[in-house]
């Protein structure tokens, strides 16, 4: 019982932590590349190593300030939404999903390789630049807090408190743009792109603007995971966590302004849930050690994310708050 | 694949999976299997009970591939605070076993100066690694022999180029399959990696768990990738293209296959590198201008054979026309009598078995990975790409050219970023000809 209860105080904590915090960014920014245009951007997590490394290397390599940081982690997410757009963004959208997946992975392996550790700190990452940030905490960061059964450290609760008003604003900004004569452009898009050319507007640049939107604000959620870590390490973003955040969006409801948000806060409980309980399962010896090994669960959530992301689309595309009329999985 | 430069390390005792006897592996991965579904369906029954946590250690292998194993070289186990824990010798296959106290960082070092002449340390000569509890840490090590030079009559660029040319042709079989679906169907298969993985460790799991030998282990691996991409036909695709499912939907359903296939084998099979057994010797022979190990000539011969069948099945037989001719025009086809069904079945089957074998050649050169069908989709994804989405020529021409991109690649660019200069060459081509060499303008959209 008291294992049970643990787990659930865990699966709360990192529902309610940056961890949903993080997921719920991406998949807002997915939200509008996805959801409202369209887009199948496959490497989102791409984006938000950019931000978190912008944030880590300005800070610990060159000696900037740390708000420099952030603004140079948005302008690499800038670049690379448009590096990748320029070419793919005219083609079908299969093209830019292989583009932007290939990009995200080779981002990795070049961020981890033995030529890029002088400035990424390679398979090591970076770490102690957080501090100018977390000195900013109205409360003392050095003590920790019970909070719903578990233990939160100042510094935690301080990086999840900026980052859900950050989510807050985010929320905000999308349910404006959207109402907006602009968000209606980008839904004609989703719907019918041959339609708004043939009215005149410019779809590749409203489609550009969608994808450098929608990987900035990854590039904020990067920042906001590496900042409440503490460490930049480029095997953090794997690409299976552009997925997890897709699972995210359509589980909540993609095309919602909040199904970011209610897909994050759930999908995160019930992955770090299914996580501790095994772990719990595993210590007591329920499970016996030869059949899977504590080092083995961390992979169950991608099971789990894989498993979910195929029965929603084939059996509820349109998530918990979604309108299936709006949800047009359909290939263009 | 195998650089010309030494690997060190990853590698877990074959001989373990034999222990355990085939009957038992399997039962243990059909319990795994029930356990993971147990858990997805968020069953947790919590009894309290004892851990019993094994002995930790460290293990490695010291060998480079014009040396083989290296024997006899001094490792050091010491705490990150400096305290020696214990020092073992490599034993004649070059492996190294120190027991450790329990859980925690550890640095290993291992003696530079008693490396034999030409085999250098590339990078520093002790690791830091942390141990789990009740794991076997692998360490690895990184070692060059020089074969990586120009020396000893070698033109570097032409060693790269064979190189290049093996992996391309590597690509090539794994990536005709990728292209033929994504012709017959529009589906942009994800989860085709996970084929190339599961090709690799079924060959695997017959060869060093049943014990039989790599070539006809390769064909059963063949016959069981074949079933599995049947498998992903009649079980997965059919069904949802009768209900409609949109393309992209389907897109991201394979996203998800792949996921769920990926992370369920590194369950488990676990994160370990493992290599065939019974290859003979992985020497180097010497052709003048380049060297080649027997493997990798097999693996170019065997590339080249059965993609030449693949070309005269397609350009010669019924089911090969049928092939080209519902990738061309699927309704036209379907007018014409054509089962589309049927064909679409086959060329399942047959992307299934091509990229098992795929598997097999990548994993007699890399040895066998969780995720080396992954890493090898974003390569196959740029050769189809190249050669233009839907074509089996197309895919066959730009694998082979993005494998020597890859390796020629090396002389200008580190090895270890080389699959980026691969992936560069995806997006600069979506720049110049976003409809590849041989693809029509009309399919990109």
Sequence with gaps: ?332 | MRHPSARAGRTRDARGAIRSGPGTAASRVLLRLLLVLVAACGLAVLVPGTAGAEGEQVVGTLQTSRSGPIEGIEVTVATVDGDEVDTAETDDDGRFEVDLPGPGQYTVTIDADSLPDGVVITGEDSRTVTVDAGRRQPVQFGLNDGSQGAGGGNVEAVQLLVDGLRFGLLIAMCAVGLSLIFGTTGLTNFAHGELVTIGALFAWWVNTGLGVPIIPAAIIAMIGGAAFGALNELGLWRPLRRRGTGLVAALVVSIGLSLLLRYLIQIVYGGFSNPYTGLGTSRAVDYGLFRLTNQSLISIVISIVVLLLVALMLQRTKIGKAMRAVADNRDLAASSGINVNRVILVVWMMGGALAALGGVLLGLSDQVRWDMGFQLLLLMFAGVTLGGLGTAYGALVGSVIVGVFVQMSTLVIPSDVKYVGGLVLLIVILVIRPQGILGSRARIG
């Design chain 1, 1 to 332: 019982m008291g294992d049970l209860l643990n787990a659930l105080a865990v699966a709360g904590k990192s529902a309610l932590g940056f961890q949903a915090v993080f997921f719920a960014l991406l998949a807002i920014g997915l939200n509008v590349h996805f959801g409202y245009t369209g887009l199948l951007n496959f490497g989102q997590i791409g984006f938000a190593m950019l931000g978190g490394f912008g944030i880590a290397i300005s800070v610990t390599q060159w000696g900037l300030n740390f708000w420099v940081g952030v603004v140079v982690g948005l302008a690499a997410a800038v670049f690379l939404a448009l590096l990748l757009g320029l070419p793919t963004l005219r083609l079908r959208a299969d093209y830019l999903a292989i583009a932007t997946i290939a990009a995200a992975e080779g981002l990795r392996l070049l961020f981890r390789s033995v030529s890029a550790s002088p400035v990424t700190g390679g398979t090591r990452g970076l770490a102690g630049f957080n501090g100018a940030f977390i000195s900013l905490a109205p409360w003392d960061t050095s003590r920790r807090y019970p909070i719903l059964g578990t233990r939160w450290s100042g510094g935690e609760l301080w990086v999840a408190l900026v980052g859900w008003v950050l989510v807050a604003l985010l929320c905000l900004l999308v349910w404006l743009l959207m109402r907006s004569p602009w968000g209606r452009v980008l839904k004609a898009i989703r719907e019918d792109e041959d339609a708004v050319r043939a009215l005149g507007k410019n779809v590749y640049l409203y489609k550009m603007q969608s994808l450098v939107l929608g990987g900035v604000m990854g590039a904020l959620g990067g920042m906001v995971y590496v900042v409440a870590t503490g460490a930049a390490n480029p095997d953090q973003f794997q690409n299976a966590n552009t997925f997890l955040a897709y699972t995210v969006l359509i589980l909540g409801g993609s095309a919602r302004v909040l199904g970011p948000v209610v897909g994050a806060v759930i999908l995160l409980f019930v992955i770090q849930f299914a996580d501790t309980g095994l772990r719990a399962l595993i210590g007591n010896g329920v499970i016996p050690e030869g059949l899977l090994s504590a080092t083995d669960v961390a992979q169950i959530r991608f099971v789990l994310v894989g498993l979910g992301l195929m029965l929603l689309l084939v059996f509820r595309p349109q998530g918990i708050f979604g309108d299936r009329r709006e949800v047009m999985l359909d290939a263009r």
